[in-house]
């Protein structure tokens, strides 16, 4: 799979990476403890307002992260998954100085792991030609 096609593929992991996260976390609402139908939507909300967001990040800031890493010939497993988790954080850096409590923390965690399973998908997608060949021998 070509470079593009796995950069545009990526991002599409968020909604699923984030209501597992947020599952595992015992984020309320996502824990299930309202019943099915509050999870089911809260699931599609999130794909809603997720997706648009995570395509924004992935061309305007992933893009030029990978561009940089592709330019200094250093693209490998650490530096994607670790650049993702890195470009996924930026906003929480950002708020870091003026936050306090535990939500804080919550959220940091939330959007690390969504990285990093963007970065992981990301890395999957770009090799998954070698994957392929290598399991069909």
């Known amino acids: 799979m ?8 990526a991002p599409l992991i968020t909604p699923f990476a984030f209501t597992f996260c947020a599952y595992i976390l ?3 609402g996502f824990n299930m403890d309202n019943g099915l139908l509050d999870f089911i939507g809260l699931f599609f909300g999130l ?11 992935m061309f305007f800031i992933g893009g030029k992260f990978w561009g940089m890493l592709k330019r200094r010939k250093i693209v490998n497993f ?13 906003p ?10 535990d939500d804080f923390y919550l959220t940091l965690k939330l959007f690390s792991f969504v990285g990093l399973m963007v970065g992981l998908n990301c890395w999957f997608l770009i090799n998954l030609d070698k994957f392929k060949a290598r399991f069909k021998k």
Do not use: H, R
């Open 2 to 9: 070509t470079e593009n096609k796995a950069l545009a593929l």
């Open 92 to 101: 929480m850096l950002l708020i870091w100085p003026v936050t306090q409590g």
């Open 78 to 90: 650490f530096t994607i998954t670790l650049g993702s988790i890195f470009v996924a954080d930026i």
């Open 47 to 57: 794909t809603l307002a997720a997706i648009p967001v995570a395509y924004i990040y």
């Open 26 to 28: 015992d984020v309320p």
